[in-house]
């Protein structure tokens, strides 16, 4: 077992020697001027290479007797100097630098070693700490949910209230826009800008307590509201509220989480924003009756809008409860708090040492990387073909994931449902349907996105979204007096829920997080979330008019027909990241574009000669890996980390 267990570091350690043999192909160096600015091009390209390796694992090849003295050091410097904690920091250090192979440490004890075990057997087998921390983590979901679909109901009554509900007028109707798109607009240009510096000053949990509490003040505030311009202003602080919230709170989950439970926890806030936006469904129904009681404008509308600030107070009662996250204190040189909070998160102090140093090894990892031409990095994003790739990718999805349509239903359902002839009670109740199977069918995404993979999925529902949206627009055209009418509009919206839940619901954040290289992924992922709420925003703000100017039937064959551009901007531009290790999506994302176009291309073609001419003969093509990239042969054989979700 020894030996193995030798032979076995011996390898990686020259794996990870094999991530510093990135080589170009072209352009060898060469005498004179051009040469040298040439190679120097080069030089730079490998270093991110090699330092986005290293933040992959910082403590590949190390021996155990030099894990265990950086260990030790670390705890030392931590002020940890009780025998208890420095042997926890030496232990510890050497299960993280063996990527948790455990079995052949003898100074563990059965319970240490049963412990570090069931994160695998048992992985929802935690100190009910950290479950406190997935509570909060599920209520701000929901939070968000509810504040992105109470509007749905109470806009049907407030809009007459505030004389902006005339369907024939143009200044209404982007009236009617503009207040409800009010916190995307927010979002996009202030609110996910705020999440660092808010971050930095307040901490994770100080960040979840002032965005909730932002968040209830202003849904209390629109309950107040007695003019349209007075809801825009409440709404739009609401979005002070939802950037940071919906930045910080996967983020928090993620760092107080082990390893193997990070993957399910971010998809656990798509599944929940659904749960929330389903709840946001039920409240507007439950305050429907709620009679005025001669309050001024009426009262029922009102109790929407305040209700998302309930579970919003919750969080903000609760969130102190749970400790904060280790890694943030890291950032504030902070040791003793960050082992004391991550002691509350694990079962044994071992383990607690294992991932605090593993969290400060590889913060000084990112630390060397960031610092590398940080100043360029943003330029990076378009000059190397690596980074412009994965930021075409990204932001296809991204933009896909608002103009497949799914928000135009999530805000405006019970407007649809009551322009199609359903009473306001059955446009309510049909709204909640929606709702409910936007939730349900959310859960089979923890199985599908690593099954099916990411490309597939969206390949399979682009269509199918395009298809259901169709068949909603036309039913319109159905005779009103038939019953057929409101069934088949009723149809294709549940249809559409059905196939846009596992696909474009989960897989943008999901490919945005793991598709850009580790040094400059906090800027991809600003830039991928302030696309999708830019977009979110355009397209609230438009919908009432588009509706007016292009009938219901040509509004949804509008976004019926970008669902069609958007199976072919992922068949030709989206390479697939499943299961791929970092090395594998440099080689993807590396290739020229037109290549990534053409396999695509044969691709739609092979499946034509296999599935509809069934040609049995007929072979897939190639995935294209650049060229210019070189490897060790043993690079991708010996990273066993394959699932991409733990790495978001």
């Known amino acids: 077992m020894t030996e193995q267990h030798q032979e076995k570091k011996e390898r990686r350690s020259e794996s990870v020697g094999s991530h510093a043999e990135y080589e170009h192909a072209e352009g060898a160096p060469q005498t004179g001027s051009s040469s040298s600015n040439e190679n120097l091009g080069h030089t730079t390209t490998s270093q991110r290479q090699q330092a986005s390796s290293k933040l992959a694992n910082p403590l590949a090849g190390m021996s155990n007797d030099q894990l265990a003295k950086l260990g030790e050091e670390y705890a030392r410097k931590a002020g940890l100097t009780g025998e208890d904690d420095l042997r926890a920091f ?322 405006y359902s019970s407007e649809i449902f009551l322009g199609a002839g359903f009473s306001e009670v059955s446009a309510l109740s049909a709204s909640l349907g929606f709702g409910i199977i936007n939730f349900l069918f959310a859960l089979p995404a923890f199985y599908t996105i690593d099954t099916f993979g990411r490309r597939n999925l969206l390949l399979t529902t682009f269509p199918l979204m395009s298809l259901f949206l169709f068949f909603t627009g036309f039913s319109f055209w159905i005779p009103e007096d038939s019953t057929a009418h409101i069934a088949c509009i009723a149809l294709g919206i549940y249809l559409f829920g059905m196939v846009y839940s596992p696909g474009e619901g989960p897989v943008p954040f999901t490919y945005s997080a793991e598709a850009y290289p580790l040094y400059i992924r906090p800027i991809g992922m600003s830039l991928a979330t302030a696309t999708t709420w830019f977009f979110n925003f355009l397209l609230s703000v438009t919908w009432p008019s588009l509706q007016q100017a292009f009938t219901p039937q040509g509004a949804f064959s509008w976004y019926a027909a970008w669902n069609i551009v958007g199976f072919f901007a992922v068949l030709f531009f989206v390479p697939e990241t499943k299961e791929k290790t970092l090395e594998e999506l440099d080689s993807v994302f590396s290739v020229p574009l037109h290549a990534q176009f053409k396999y695509g291309l044969e691709s739609l073609f092979y499946f034509v000669r296999r599935y509809v001419m069934f040609q049995k003969s007929a072979t897939p093509p190639v995935v294209p890996h650049s060229e210019e990239i070189h490897y060790h042969e043993k690079t991708f054989m010996e990273e066993r980390e394959r699932d991409a979700t733990r790495r978001v």
């Not at 009010?182 to 930095?200: E, V």
């Not at 000059?383 to 994931?401: C, P, Y």
């Open 90 to 411: 030496r232990l510890g250090a050497i299960v993280a630098g063996n990527d948790n192979k455990h079995d052949t440490i003898s100074e563990l004890t059965a319970a240490e070693k049963e412990a570090i075990d069931r994160e695998t057997t048992h992985k929802w087998s935690n100190p009910s700490m950290l479950y406190w921390v997935i509570v909060i983590c599920s209520l701000c979901a929901a939070v968000q949910g509810m504040d992105e679909t109470v509007v749905n109901g109470g806009q049907s009554f407030y809009k007459v209230q505030f004389g902006i509900g005339d369907k024939d007028s143009q200044r209404d109707s982007w009236l009617l826009g503009l207040v409800n798109s009010a916190p995307y607009l927010c979002c996009a240009f202030i609110g996910c800008w705020l999440t660092d510096p808010m971050n930095k000053i307040f901490g994770r949990r100080g960040t979840v307590f002032v965005s909730c509490l932002i968040s209830a003040v202003a849904c209390f505030w629109q309950a107040f509201t007695n003019t349209w311009w007075h809801m825009f202003i409440a709404r739009f602080v609401l979005g002070l509220g939802i950037g940071p919230k919906s930045a910080t709170t996967p983020i928090f989950a993620a760092e107080c989480a082990p390893p193997k439970l990070r993957g399910a926890l971010v998809m656990q806030w798509q599944m929940w924003t659904a749960f929330g936006i389903m709840i946001g469904y039920v409240a507007d129904l439950a305050f429907y009756f709620v009679p005025d009681h001669g309050i001024q404008l009426g009262l029922n509308w009102r109790l929407m809008m305040g209700s998302a600030g309930l579970p919003a107070v919750i969080v903000c009662c609760l969130v102190y409860l749970t400790p904060e996250s280790p890694r943030w204190y890291l950032t504030k040189e902070r040791h003793m708090d960050a082992f004391k909070s991550v002691c509350k998160l694990r079962h044994e102090k071992v383990q607690a040492a294992r991932d605090l140093f593993y969290m400060y090894t590889l913060l000084q990892a990112e630390k060397s990387a960031m610092n590398m031409g940080s100043s360029n990095r943003l330029k990076e994003i378009v000059t190397v073909r690596r980074n412009r790739n994965a930021m075409v990718a990204s932001e296809i999805v991204m933009f896909m994931q608002q103009f497949c349509g799914v928000n135009v239903i999530a805000y």
